[in-house]
């Protein structure tokens, strides 16, 4: 086995002569690698390459810097096949959702690298004081920490913003994802970013995770994860005076009105739940139906659950993978063992982890379903970040929203119906980042993204992000 190295300067750095980790394939269990184990000294040296390379790469034009952007989001599709391989084996997500990862990856690269022209100051005339102008300063050295769900993806939103303003970047993946993020890294130098401009480090959120927060040159942290982490680095950042984005959990409501086009609405919660095996931020993670509808709709619902593929994400018919790793497929187990007998609903779909002959010990768990759910269930409180969906009945979109609003979280909400009153009073109410109506989970790297209360703040994406990895400076002329 070759193991993969982080990336220093440009350069492959750190050996699993020093301390390693096992990166494995969560359909199997087979290792597929071994990473070093990032410590301090290695983040110091990832901060200190960025540091030198900041004002070489500060000082090119924006479209310079988005033309390296162009050229990496072309060498990603030719190569996207590889990719997808390489992100399904380690992540588990079928190749068609890796493949469409990937894309969105490329996607983001472009959308920046159109952006470039649009990083501008402002001119201001002031009364009796001549004239005022700002001009927009990268900040220097910024940082990332992200999750294993989505690390290409999650990884294009964290770097192109930061880049194409000319900061230079330090990136710690998952440790269970860390090799998608290592070989897109190389590609972004193959496309002619230059040395120390993008340094990944891998390891621990711990040890790398925390030394980075904690380095006195890394001006902005930006972080996707768990909401309970996202408490602690902002301690952290907050006594180095850092800007931070915290991007965390959700528990998004999804509401199904009496009127709602019931097809499509079964179709948007099969999606919304199960995609990337449930584990996707912005999942459907409680659903509201109104009675009415609710034994039509769930019936409906349970069709299309019972035809989706469990399997090994490399097969072609397969509709769901894995979880990604133990400690995921550890919590969805505990959760669903004894939900009946705790009077936490009716399981009317899955419930349990399938076997597969010949396929090793992958943490695969079929998609649940599960009916009658009270409203003080923890089904409905904690964020079930797996192929578990808690399905609700109500009386009307008064009680769907109450309830919908019932939640620590408020990242993202969808509501499903054809009457503009309704669609008004849910885009009104919904406490949450993002309102999608007749439709759930889509993000775009046009539109910001982000979420309130313990889903975080500052939004990723959009052309507004651009203000949060700048300074502005003003300048005051009299003549
Ligand atoms: P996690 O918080 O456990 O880990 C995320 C990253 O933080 C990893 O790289 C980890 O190594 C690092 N980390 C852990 N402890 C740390 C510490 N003390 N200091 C610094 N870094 C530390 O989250 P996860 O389990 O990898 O990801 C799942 C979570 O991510 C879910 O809660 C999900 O909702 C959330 N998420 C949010 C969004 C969003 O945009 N809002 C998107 C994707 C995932």
Known sequence: MVAMKMQINGKAAGSCGGE???VRNPATCELLEQVPRGTEEDVALAVEAALSAFEGWASISPQQRGMVFYRAAGLVRQRKEELAALLTQEQGKPLAEARNELEGFSHVLEYYCGLAGSLRGDFIPVTGNGYS??????????????????????????????LISGNTFVLKPASSTPLTNLTLASILNEAGLPAGVLNVVTGSGEIAGESLVRSPDVRKISFTGESGTGKRISELAASGMKRVTLELGGS?????????????AV???????????????????????????????IRKLEEGVKRLKVGNGLDKDTDMGPLNN?????YIKELVAGIEEKGEGRIIAGGKAPSFKGMGKGYFFEPTLVSDVPGDSRLLKEEVFGPLLPIVTVRNLD????????SIYGLGASIWTKDLDRIRMGCEQLNA????VNQHLKVAPEVPFGGVKESGFGRENGPDILSEYLETRTIMLKT
Not at 143 to 156: D, K, Q, R, S, V
Not at 252 to 264: F, G, K, Q, R, T
Not at 278 to 283: D, E, I, K, L, Y
Request: charged share 20%.
């Open 267 to 297: 179709a948007g919660a099969i999606r919304g739940r199960f995609y990337n095996c449930g584990q996707t931020c912005t999942a459907v993670k409680r659903l509201y139906v109104f009675e009415s509808v609710a034994r039509e709709f």
């Open 252 to 264: 998004d409501p999804m509401i199904v009105c009496d009127d709602a086009n019931l097809e499509s």
């Open 399 to 406: 009680e769907a929203i109450e309830e919908a609003n019932r």
């Open 133 to 162: 102008f700002t001009v927009k300063k990268p900040l220097g050295v910024c940082a990332a920490i992200i999750p294993w769900n989505m690390p290409a993806l999650i990884m294009g939103w964290k770097i192109a913003p930061a």
């Open 20 to 22: 390693c980790f096992d």
């Open 433 to 436: 980042g993002i309102i999608w």
């Open 326 to 330: 133990h400690s995921q497929f550890e």
